[in-house]
């Protein structure tokens, strides 16, 4: 089994750590309502280079900007070292490494110009436009991608197998609609982090008032959504890690990483509750989403193994062959 350097392998990883503490970051700034700290300038913060006298918002606005430009230079240097692997190799592993972190700059730099649009747009901190929503929803998915991306070829330069699709229909069509499930409770959930941040309310039951209350603003009506979407796509996370686990034998990555998926999903089913009923304290709010992040990177991880070539041969199969 082809391997990177160690070295590679490691700030593949660290790659794929530090871009999750970023969006932390930037959870933190959305929770703090400090998106317009630096006003409506990009990439200057109000117009100066460095910020001078800044309001504490500013200062959490431009830290964040600072890490998210540390960013993509990792993202970058990652883009380089596995180009220079591969021009050295020229193997297989080494290519998809090195087409995974092409893919990781690409989108490194759409989340950049996402979050340059929020601001120059003004879709920051408490201002709504009608486009917000979607604004938020794209920076979610891009983030997600960015993600995957990069645990992709972490897992690839570790020696990971490479993907195929020769696999039966039916796990194909269980990984979609686990993919379709984790993206629409990620878009639903952005927004009711928005409705919440823009129409908060002084306890639950205000909140539950808010939500069916045909005077409420669309976002709020939409809150409701985000909970049960998530407690339907949890269950069948959990099922779907299940039947992969016990219909592809013999497998131990898959049963690692299903294992993972499942309880990564029941964590985030308690947390959600949890943070919902605590009327969501900023550090919910960020627990919350790594979470969901870590379900994520489970589920690609996942995926990912299923789709690796040695493990294309389902229980059914092997079992029609015993049979002959």
């Not at 306890?203 to 339907?232: A, C, K, T, Y």
């Not at 709010?285 to 493990?311: C, E, K, Y």
């Amino acid at each position: 089994m082809d391997r990177s350097p160690k070295a590679f392998v490691r700030y593949a990883w660290f790659t794929l750590g530090y871009n999750i503490l970023v969006i932390l970051w930037g959870v933190f700034l959305r929770a703090s309502k400090s998106g317009d700290g630096c006003g409506q300038h990009w990439l200057t913060c109000n117009g100066e280079v460095l910020p001078t006298a800044p309001e504490l918002k500013a200062v959490i606005e431009f830290s964040h900007r600072i890490m998210s430009a540390v960013d993509g230079v990792v993202v970058f240097a990652l883009f380089v070292w596995a180009l220079l692997l591969w021009r050295r190799h020229r193997h297989e592993q080494s290519r998809s490494t090195f087409l995974f972190s092409a893919g990781a700059l690409f989108f490194v730099i759409t989340e950049a110009l996402v979050g340059a649009g929020l601001v120059l747009t003004g879709n920051t901190a408490e201002n709504l436009t009608a486009a917000r929503p979607f604004w938020m929803a794209g920076h979610l998915i891009n983030t997600f991608i960015l993600l995957g991306l990069l645990a992709l070829a972490a897992r690839r330069a570790a020696g990971g197998a490479p993907l195929a699709f020769n696999i039966g229909r039916k796990p194909i069509l269980i990984l979609v609609f686990c993919l379709v499930g984790i993206l629409v409770v990620g878009t639903s959930g952005s927004i009711a982090a928005l409705a919440n941040m823009l129409f908060p309310s002084k306890s639950l039951l205000g909140g539950l008032e808010q939500d069916f209350s045909s005077d409420s603003n669309v976002l709020v009506l939409l809150r409701p959504l985000h909970p049960l979407i998530s407690i339907g796509t949890i269950i069948f996370l959990i099922f779907a890690a299940d039947w992969l686990k016990r219909n592809i034998p013999d497998d131990p990555d898959i049963v690692r990483w299903a294992k993972a998926l499942s309880w990564l999903a029941i964590i985030q089913f308690f947390f959600g509750a949890a943070t919902l009923l605590t009327h969501m304290p900023m550090l919910m709010q960020i627990g919350h989403l790594l979470l969901a992040d870590l379900v994520w990177i489970s589920f690609v991880m996942l995926a990912a193994n299923t789709l690796s070539p040695q493990r294309v041969t389902l229980k059914s199969a092997t079992r029609a062959l015993e049979a002959t």
